[in-house]
């Protein structure tokens, strides 16, 4: 059984620049949400996907967008990269049906993106 | 907003206690537990439901107190393999779909 995948693990990418991290979610999962986790610190939710829409969106700006397929697999789209948006984001996997508070969330090992 | 946890660190023996808090200002629909070793994903530990609900995962258990929107993860008999940053997640309000927000991490320290 296949745990949640991310793609790539590491990536530099220059300031201006635009980057797409990729992530399939576990097995029979239906729902994917994306977080970003500066050192040191808690994730911090961007959006999360149910049904190709995004449901619910945390604080971050319009240069953070996402699409979910039908597969369920999810990307994570950043614009006009700032050196603040260095972090480890991470793609979590849960099931639906019974909401966000009742389903544990199922992490995956992360995109490591570095902007200089 | 996000919870508040304490401590911040806690260091350890093998075989010693440990309790982590987490607080929040926002009313709690549900708590969960998360441990992330150096490098590596966060794992699911437990979710507590409003009701006062207290969950155990061998020699982990937490509590969730609804009146003062506080949970408090207790980690008895520490093994090595207990140390890593524990986070803890809360879902606010009245809806069960609501977005899982994660404090700032208690590192946990368990040494030989």
């Known amino acids: 059984d296949a745990g949640v995948t991310q793609s790539p693990t590491h990536l530099i990418k220059t300031r201006g620049q635009q980057v797409t991290l990729r992530c399939s979610p576990k097995?029979?999962?239906?729902?994917v949400s994306w977080y970003q986790q500066a050192l040191g610190q808690g994730p911090q939710f961007i959006f999360q996907?149910?049904?190709?829409?995004?449901?619910q969106r945390g604080n971050f700006p319009d240069r953070f967008s996402g699409h979910q397929f039908p597969n369920y697999s999810s990307e994570l789209n950043v614009n006009a990269l700032l050196l603040g948006d260095s972090a480890l984001y991470l793609c979590?996997?849960?099931?639906?049906?019974?909401?966000?508070?009742?389903?544990?969330?199922?992490f995956g090992n992360g995109t490591r993106l570095t902007v200089t | 907003q996000q919870p508040v946890q304490s401590p911040q660190a806690v260091i350890l023996r093998e075989g010693e206690d440990a309790v982590i808090n987490c607080s929040s200002s926002k009313a709690l629909y549900s708590v969960h537990w998360y441990r992330q070793k150096h490098g590596e994903a966060p794992v699911f530990l437990m979710i507590l439901l409003k009701g006062g609900e207290q969950k155990g995962h061998d020699k982990i258990s937490a509590s969730f107190n609804e009146k003062k929107q506080q949970s408090s993860l207790y980690l008895t008999a520490s093994q090595l393999s207990y140390s890593g940053t524990y986070f803890c997640?809360?879902?606010?309000?009245?809806?069960?779909?609501?977005?899982?927000?994660f404090g700032q991490g208690t590192i946990l320290t368990v040494h030989p």
């Open positions: 097995s029979g999962h239906d729902t």
């Open positions: 979590a996997s849960s099931l639906s049906l019974t909401g966000t508070a009742n389903s544990p969330l199922h």
């Open positions: 997640g809360t879902v606010a309000g009245g809806t069960s779909y609501g977005k899982l927000t």
């Open positions: 996907y149910y049904e190709e829409e995004e449901r």
